[in-house]
Structure formats: C-alpha cells, structure tokens
C-alpha cells in the first residue's frame, strides 16, 4: 500500500478550489554529511544551482542571520555535503537580526 | 528569513533578496567577484523598507514601529520577517512583497522607479486572498513566487511558523494579482505516528526536484523527537525517585542563588549592578549548583528519555495522479 498522506487539504480551505488536491508522499529528511541538519534556528531552505554545474546546492538561512549552502551527493537527492557559510569578500554573509 | 535568489537590480547577475526577525527586508548584491555584504533595501525616501522594525540594530534598542497606509507610526503594527521581489503590476520592474509575523499578512510595497533604479513607495498595501486581508494561519515565515498550476499567473505558497504550508492560487490576471482562499499542502503540526515530519516553523521552497513535471516541496522546520520510555527495573525506578527529588532540591537551590544575585543587584548602582550579574556565572556556588544540574539531568535522561525539539529539513515529493492509482508493486490487486 502507498504511504500516502499525512498531507491532505481541510475541506473548509479547499472549497475555493476547483483542481484536484495535491498529494505527496511521505516525507524525507534530507542529510548532511549522513546527519539530519538539526542544530540551525529556523532553517529556511532553497534548492538551486548556485555555481553553474547543473547540480542543485542546498542553501540554507537561519535565525541568526547567517547563509550556509551544501553541494549535492552524487546519485543521491536528499544527501548532501558538510554545511558551510555564504561568504562575501572572504567574511561570512551575515545579515542584521537581533 | 526565506531567501529569494532573484536579479533585483538587473544587471544581470543573481542577488539575494530576503528579511530578518529584526524587521526590514535586505538585498545581497551579486557581481562577478561573488556576494557583496548585506545592505537594506531603501524607499525613494531613503529609509529602510519594512513594515514593523523588531530591533534596531544601528540603535541597538527595541523598536515596534510600523508604516501602514495613512499611518506614520503604528507602535502596534506586525514586524516584517520576510521579503520577496515579484513584478506585481507588470510595469517591468521589481516590487516587493514583506511578509509579517505574527499575523500572517503580506504587504506590497510598488516600485515608482525602474528595473535598474527603483523607488520604492514608503507605504505598505496589505495584500488580500478569498476576498479578507491575507493572514497564514499560525503566523506567516516567508512566501514563494510559483505558478503552481502553470496557468501563467504567480501563485503564492507560504509557510506558517504553526507548521503548515499554504498555497494562494492567483485567479487575477497578469499585473493585476487576485488570490483565492488558502489551501492546506501541508497540515499543521501532528504528532500521528512517530515518523519525523515536520512540526512548527515551517519555511518551504517550492521545485519539481524529481524532475517528474510536478511541483514538489522542501521544508525546513522544527520537529520533536519522541523517544519511547523503556521499562526499568525496580532498582532503577528507584533510583529515578531519588534522582528527581535530588534533582528538585538542586533546582531550587540555583533558583534561590539567582534571586540572591539579583536582590543584591537591586542594592547597588547600575554599574556595580551589572558587573555582579557578569561575575555571578563564575562563582563557586554557580559553578557547583550548574554541574550538579548537569549531572543530574543526564542520569535521569538516561533512565526517562526526554523529548527534543530539533530543526530539519524535509523533502515532499508531489505523487502524479497515475502514481497514486497504480496498484502497489507485489500487491494482490482481487483481481
């Protein structure tokens, strides 16, 4: 049997809608460097292909402020690599926060 | 904070446009040596573009001030935690979208200027959906810009801080966004079953990372891993009750060392105040009642593990219609 949902749209929220409900399968955690990526304030990801290889780097901000990226693991699509900082100028990307 | 990799000032190179819990929305410059350090994005006024400032940093104090239409100062106004640039009325240049906290509204801040010299308006429009001003449940993180169903108009899909995704479908036209009530993708947090999944904090990027020709869903949040308690012998039930009521006393104890500290604060001058709050962590007592805690802490974890609540990222993969309907690989189908 398909695992299938734990995803489905309240009816009262999809009565607007007139297109089937989208349907996903169950979650994967995505890894870095074979460990969940726990210990970063509120991550906030983008997939995209930063540096032209046709391979999409995981980016990463944070709570904090501070941007971290990781390149993708060959023949996997949720491993990726040791997390390390956006930098501008050699110095790490860090945008004010309080 | 959802950053958004986007050309903001066409020139041809991609930027980072993105806000902080501070409260204002910032660009990262690309060039073609790299990033450039952060800068605000600025109205045609000069000031920083936000809707509520958190905290200001060049002032390094609390600030809870807003810009609403018709309002200077609104000492209740929601802070801006997010900021996407999006072509809202098709002129050609990039305006801006400033998502706010706890109330989960977007606001549209117009672009007067152009593509490569934009003047931002010093007011915000708040953005409606399904015909009411539009509020994430649970609080809004940050939004993305997709055409979801590729009928050509942008949709909105947006996180909530309560751990759900939202998608807005646009039913307006090209330069003159509509969006319709919102739509669950992912449901609040739930604690079924003990797969990890995520909780609260949602912010999501929204990509057909298969390949398959569907949009799917990548999701950092926050999560709590529950272990499952295993059964003790009487010797060690025992010796948990005794670790908890020492572990009580202990706690008491550093509570009272800290209300001491800061009687005596309240006995001094700000200065010698502070310099006794700084020193306190280091004296004999803290030192000793801390690793007592710690001790303590770690043995009764060992016995009665703990709930965590830990940070992730998730990918949800969009299942088509024909995959849904397949019957399952070794299934007996009844037929």
Known sequence: MLILTTLLAPAALGAAFQEPTPRFAAPVELTSAGAPFTGILYPSPVLRDLDGDGRRELILGDLFGALWHCAPTAGSSTAFGERGRLEANGEPLELNNW | MGPQFVDFDADGHTDIVTATFEGH????????????????????AGAPIGIGLYYDMEANEY??????????????APH???AVAFDWDADGDLDLLLGSKDEGGLY?????????????VSTN????????????????????????????LTDLVCGSFEGGVYLYLNTGAVGAPAFAAPRALVT????????SRPEE?????????????????????????????????????????????????VEAAYQ????????????????????????????????????RLQSLTERVEALRPASKRTSGVWLFLQESPATEDAAPTGADSGR
């Open chain 2, 63 to 76: 600030r809870h001030v807003g810009q609403k239409e018709g309002e200077e100062v609104d000492y209740s």
């Open chain 2, 188 to 195: 609040p947090k739930s604690t079924e079953g003990s797969a």
């Open chain 2, 25 to 44: 929305a910032f660009v990262v410059r690309g060039s073609e040596t790299g990033w450039q350090q952060p800068e605000h994005i600025l109205d045609a």
């Open chain 2, 256 to 291: 009272a060392f800290w209300n001491d500290i800061f009687e005596k604060m309240g006995e001094l001058d700000e200065e010698a105040g502070n310099e006794l709050l700084e020193r306190a962590d280091s004296l004999p007592e803290a030192v000793e009642l801390e690793a």
């Open chain 2, 108 to 120: 549209l801040r117009l672009n007067q200027g152009t593509a490569t010299a934009p003047a931002f």
């Open chain 2, 201 to 249: 904090g949602a912010y999501v990027d929204v990509l057909d990372h298969d390949g398959d020709g569907d949009l799917d869903l990548v999701v950092g949040a926050y999560h709590t891993v529950r272990p499952t308690a295993r059964a003790l012998s009487p010797a060690e039930q025992a010796e948990l009750a005794t670790l908890d009521a020492e572990l009580e006393q």
């Open chain 2, 80 to 82: 801006c935690v997010s």
């Open chain 2, 125 to 152: 429009r708040r953005v409606e959906a399904g015909g009411q001003p539009l509020a994430v449940p649970g609080g809004l993180t940050a939004p993305r810009l997709v055409d979801w169903n590729a009928d050509g």
